[in-house]
């Protein structure tokens, strides 16, 4: 059975950072893609950025040259890396993973994390 745990959520000024992490258990780390998704209040969950096994990294037009995702094979793990945070980047943020080239929809998520909360506010 593989299991995404998320870490790094929380309360942040506008204009600040967050680094969310996930750390995934079971199956074969390397073989997938791996994706963030966030859903805000009242929203549907969307996508936010990708990563292939290849390492070749995808981003919704929002989060363009402020998000950067990342992954250490080593570890299991992948990360968001967010600056410049806005009020509209509040949501949940869900780690996925899936055997697809690269995850930009729901549909090509294998396995998700349980979430955790980004709350951008003043």
């Known amino acids: 059975q593989v299991e995404l745990v998320e870490s790094g959520g929380g309360l942040v000024q506008p204009g600040g950072s967050l680094r969310l992490s996930c750390t995934v258990s079971?199956?074969?780390?390397?073989?997938?893609?791996v994706a963030w998704f966030r859903q805000a209040p009242g929203k549907e969950r969307e996508y936010v950025a990708t990563?292939?096994?290849?390492?070749?990294?995808y981003y919704r037009m929002a989060v363009e040259g402020r998000f950067t995702i990342s992954r250490d094979n080593t570890k299991n793990s992948f990360y968001l890396q967010m600056n410049s945070l806005k009020l509209e980047d509040t949501a949940v943020y869900y780690c996925?993973?899936?055997?697809?080239?690269?995850?930009?929809?729901?549909?090509?998520?294998?396995?998700w994390g349980k979430g955790t909360l980004v709350t951008v506010s003043s």
């Open positions: 079971g199956g074969t780390f390397s073989t997938y893609a």
């Open positions: 990563i292939s096994k290849t390492d070749s990294a």
């Open positions: 996925a993973v899936g055997n697809m080239r690269v995850i930009t929809t729901p549909s090509g998520v294998n396995y």
